[in-house]
């Protein structure tokens, strides 16, 4: 196959992910184009005579070269996908990826802040600079509904129903929820509210908003919550996705209700909420530890 033939097959396919993130089709059409040159190494002419052992000795190749175990995972999805596609289109007789496992990722617990640092955190000066009452806003919503970073940036004044307190979200995939706007939420956004009529763009429907009166970007709630963790004492690295986790540490913890959790935030997949449990489990383990008669050390 020429280079033309390679990149119109990977243009081909991408366009069949209408609802992946642009960052998603760059890594998928990276993760071909190295398959590709594998292909092409090993000798093989056509994607059909492209067989399981050579995606198993890409593989290996790829972890002697330092990628890890999750890029790996990510690149074995991206060439299932790419046959399953092919599959559809006649291009190959069968789907190598099927009979290829990638190594497991080791899983690393996510970091939380505790209840007390968590509200530490939404301590706010009590003024109504405009700055202020959009910060407030958003750390108690990120808190207390638990979303994504790109989800509260996407958030538009018709997703949002304070006197239900209910906020429909625009998660991954494209996929919609609905999820409930705590009392503090509520609260912190009604004077924000107030305020943001005086500051928006003509036209603008995003929430949440910056000087010029425009869609507040990610990149920009990362840096506001850096500052106020910071101005707050808490001496470790706040990040969007740390309230994330607090919140369904916290819910877990007192509720011990992991479907709801789910639910909540809006994963495909109970498995991935279940990190959360190691997590409480954890906490328990630390109790253990410094309660019982029998844990203490003499």
Request: charged residues 30%; proline residues 3%; hydrophobic residues 40%.
């Amino acid at each position: 196959m020429t280079d033309e033939a390679v990149e119109a097959g990977i243009r081909d396919f991408l366009a069949t992910l209408p609802h992946a993130s642009k960052h998603t089709r760059d890594a998928y059409r990276r993760d071909l184009l190295a398959l590709d040159a594998h292909r092409r190494r090993v000798g093989v002419n056509r994607w059909r005579d492209y067989g399981a052992h050579h995606l198993r000795a890409f593989v290996a190749e790829q972890h002697r070269q330092g990628v890890g175990a999750r890029s790996l995972q990510r690149r074995l999805s991206a060439v299932r996908a790419f046959y399953r596609h092919l599959l559809r289109r006649g291009g190959a007789a069968h789907n190598p990826a099927d009979l290829v496992r990638a190594p497991k990722a080791p899983r690393h617990l996510p970091k939380v802040l505790d209840v007390d640092q968590s509200a530490r955190l939404m301590e706010l000066p009590a003024n109504d600079d405009a700055r202020t009452l959009r910060d407030r806003a958003i750390l108690e919503l990120l808190y207390g509904s638990g979303l994504r970073v790109s989800e509260l940036v996407g958030l538009n004044l018709e997703d949002l129903d304070l006197a239900d307190r209910e906020l429909r979200v625009m998660g991954k995939g494209r996929k919609q929820r609905q999820v409930p706007v705590g009392r503090r939420a509520a609260a912190a956004l009604k004077p924000w509210l107030a305020c943001r009529q005086n500051v928006a763009a003509s036209g603008e429907r995003a929430i949440f908003i910056n000087h010029q009166g425009r869609r507040l970007s990610a990149r920009a709630v990362q840096a506001r919550l850096r500052l106020w963790a910071q101005r707050q004492g808490l001496d470790t690295h706040v990040h969007p996705h740390m309230l994330r986790h607090s919140f369904a540490s916290h819910l877990l913890e007192s509720s011990g209700d992991l479907r709801a959790v789910q639910e909540l935030l809006g994963h495909a997949d109970i498995s991935t909420t279940q990190i959360y449990t190691h997590l409480d489990f954890q906490h328990l383990a630390k109790v253990y530890d410094a309660a019982h008669p029998r844990a203490r050390r003499r």
